[in-house]
């Protein structure tokens, strides 16, 4: 029954039952209602009215931030059911709406302000009030929080590949904003990787891995194909270039960053391993002796991870492999650490460094990696540590002094075990 058409809320010559409220300065105000309105829209008047000794008169309780609230409600009461949402225009006035109505057991208005509340958009601050008073009003108002309830594990798999997707460029990138797409997508996969329960098994699903398997070789693909083409870029577009591989590189590092929580970081250091002589052969070609600084510092950083993850056991890899990951990249670390600290001395204002943090783990790592070698892996090594000018860094002497008493306590072991054959020969 549309009531609207017929009686006014606050029409005195119609009115059967007036409703006292106290206003923000505390004065009681009346309202002038019908009780065929209120006993339709409301249970709590039905109840109320339906009291023979109520009267005509009834005093609702309401505090001064909620003044402005009740009059809405009793002013909602009046109108017809379609023309409900067209009266609710602010989360903060609908959330305040919604309590009265619920309290009052308006159904009709409590379903339209559910509805408008589900349906509308949310400021940040909004969604964390609207997740309070929803907590505190029951299950009747749940369904405005649809669009943050939990989804299955299947739904957050389906998004987790489709963002690595993105992430990766696999199938191609998406212009005209594919970088910034392509930025946010790695962010959401960070944070989905984050300390949720459901992580562990999407990222142990065999799909799953697949894809970030396949986004891997994918960016260090490009990263590689972008650098090897370098060489062959004419001057005038080498800032470009440039440009394109120091992102390729950024994707490279972002994998790094993530396959840790995957357990996916042996697959990085095999890619990465698998890279590692053509990328150091573009990047000490003679074109890039003073150029690219930025890049040969994010180079030694990804390969300082490398090295960490192999040094301190969390990725296990033959000795061979060891031996190789190090024989490829001493070296230049070698060679680049000094010549980033002239750089430094000349300019103060030159901002590719290795600063002291990742000079002490890189150093560390690769110590460790040398005493976990086969005793002759380590003298070649060592020797051709000795041999270069760079002594001072890496600093390998700590690995060299255990390699000292290991040698000669192998060598006393073999003493000790050939006595003992020989007495066991003698005394038959």
């Given at each position: 029954?549309?009531?609207?058409?017929?009686?006014?809320?606050?029409?005195?010559?119609?009115?059967?039952?007036?409703?006292?409220?106290?206003?923000?300065?505390?004065?009681?105000?009346?309202?002038?209602?019908?009780?065929?309105?209120?006993?339709?829209?409301?249970?709590?008047?039905?109840?109320?009215?339906?009291?023979?000794?109520?009267?005509?008169?009834?005093?609702?309780?309401?505090?001064?931030?909620?003044?402005?609230?009740?009059?809405?409600?009793?002013?909602?009461?009046?109108?017809?059911?379609?023309?409900?949402?067209?009266?609710?225009?602010?989360?903060?006035?609908?959330?305040?709406?919604?309590?009265?109505?619920?309290?009052?057991?308006?159904?009709?208005?409590?379903?339209?302000?559910?509805?408008?509340?589900?349906?509308?958009?949310?400021?940040?601050?909004?969604?964390?009030?609207?997740?309070?008073?929803?907590?505190?009003?029951?299950?009747?108002?749940?369904?405005?929080?649809?669009?943050?309830?939990?989804?299955?594990?299947?739904?957050?798999?389906?998004?987790?590949?489709?963002?690595?997707?993105?992430?990766?460029?696999?199938?191609?990138?998406?212009?005209?904003?594919?970088?910034?797409?392509?930025?946010?997508?790695?962010?959401?996969?960070?944070?989905?990787?984050?300390?949720?329960?459901?992580?562990?098994?999407?990222?142990?699903?065999?799909?799953?891995?697949?894809?970030?398997?396949?986004?891997?070789?994918?960016?260090?693909?490009?990263?590689?194909?972008?650098?090897?083409?370098?060489?062959?870029?004419?001057?005038?577009?080498?800032?470009?270039?440039?440009?394109?591989?120091?992102?390729?590189?950024?994707?490279?590092?972002?994998?790094?960053?993530?396959?840790?929580?995957?357990?996916?970081?042996?697959?990085?250091?095999?890619?990465?391993?698998?890279?590692?002589?053509?990328?150091?052969?573009?990047?000490?070609?003679?074109?890039?002796?003073?150029?690219?600084?930025?890049?040969?510092?994010?180079?030694?950083?990804?390969?300082?991870?490398?090295?960490?993850?192999?040094?301190?056991?969390n990725v296990i890899l033959p000795a061979p492999c060891r031996v190789q990951l190090l024989k490829t990249w001493l070296p230049y670390i070698r060679k680049i650490k000094p010549l980033l600290d002239a750089k430094a001395d000349e300019d103060t204002d030159f901002p590719y460094k290795m600063d002291e943090d990742l000079c002490q783990s890189i150093e560390g790592a690769i110590v460790l990696l040398v005493l976990a070698l086969p005793s002759n892996d380590q003298a070649d090594i060592l020797t051709d540590w000795m041999k270069t000018e760079q002594l001072k860094y890496p600093d390998l002497s700590e690995a060299f002094e255990v390699?000292?008493?290991?040698?000669?306590?192998?060598?006393?072991?073999?003493?000790?075990?050939?006595?003992?054959?020989?007495?066991?020969?003698?005394?038959?």
């Amino acid at each position: 029954m549309q009531y609207g058409c017929l009686k006014s809320f606050g029409d005195k010559g119609t009115s059967d039952v007036v409703l006292r409220l106290r206003n923000s300065e505390g004065r009681p105000e009346w309202f002038y209602s019908h009780s065929s309105v209120l006993v339709s829209k409301s249970r709590f008047f039905a109840d109320r009215l339906s009291n023979p000794g109520s009267g005509s008169c009834i005093e609702i309780h309401c505090s001064d931030s909620t003044y402005d609230h009740h009059v809405n409600l009793l002013r909602l009461l009046y109108l017809p059911t379609d023309s409900l949402f067209d009266s609710l225009d602010l989360v903060q006035s609908a959330l305040a709406v919604l309590r009265l109505a619920i309290a009052f057991r308006c159904e009709d208005v409590t379903n339209c302000c559910i509805q408008y509340l589900e349906a509308v958009p949310w400021e940040d601050k909004e969604e964390e009030q609207i997740v309070k008073e929803v907590s505190e009003l029951g299950p009747v108002a749940m369904p405005i929080l649809a669009r943050i309830q939990p989804v299955d594990l299947s739904a957050t798999k389906n998004v987790f590949i489709s963002a690595v997707r993105f992430a990766t460029s696999i199938g191609g990138s998406c212009p005209p904003f594919g970088d910034e797409l392509k930025t946010s997508a790695q962010e959401q996969v960070e944070f989905m990787l984050g300390g949720d329960e459901d992580t562990p098994l999407v990222t142990a699903d065999d799909e799953v891995k697949s894809v970030v398997k396949s986004g891997l070789s994918q960016v260090c693909s490009l990263f590689e194909n972008e650098l090897s083409s370098f060489l062959l870029v004419p001057d005038i577009t080498a800032e470009i270039a440039e440009t394109r591989i120091l992102q390729c590189l950024s994707d490279v590092e972002w994998m790094c960053n993530i396959l840790p929580k995957m357990d996916l970081m042996k697959d990085f250091v095999c890619s990465w391993g698998g890279i590692s002589r053509k990328i150091l052969e573009i990047v000490e070609d003679k074109k890039l002796d003073n150029a690219m600084w930025v890049l040969k510092v994010k180079l030694i950083e990804v390969t300082g991870k490398v090295l960490e993850a192999v040094g301190y056991g969390n990725v296990i890899l033959p000795a061979p492999c060891r031996v190789q990951l190090l024989k490829t990249w001493l070296p230049y670390i070698r060679k680049i650490k000094p010549l980033l600290d002239a750089k430094a001395d000349e300019d103060t204002d030159f901002p590719y460094k290795m600063d002291e943090d990742l000079c002490q783990s890189i150093e560390g790592a690769i110590v460790l990696l040398v005493l976990a070698l086969p005793s002759n892996d380590q003298a070649d090594i060592l020797t051709d540590w000795m041999k270069t000018e760079q002594l001072k860094y890496p600093d390998l002497s700590e690995a060299f002094e255990v390699w000292c008493y290991r040698t000669k306590s192998a060598k006393r072991r073999l003493m000790e075990g050939l006595d003992r054959v020989g007495n066991t020969t003698i005394s038959l």
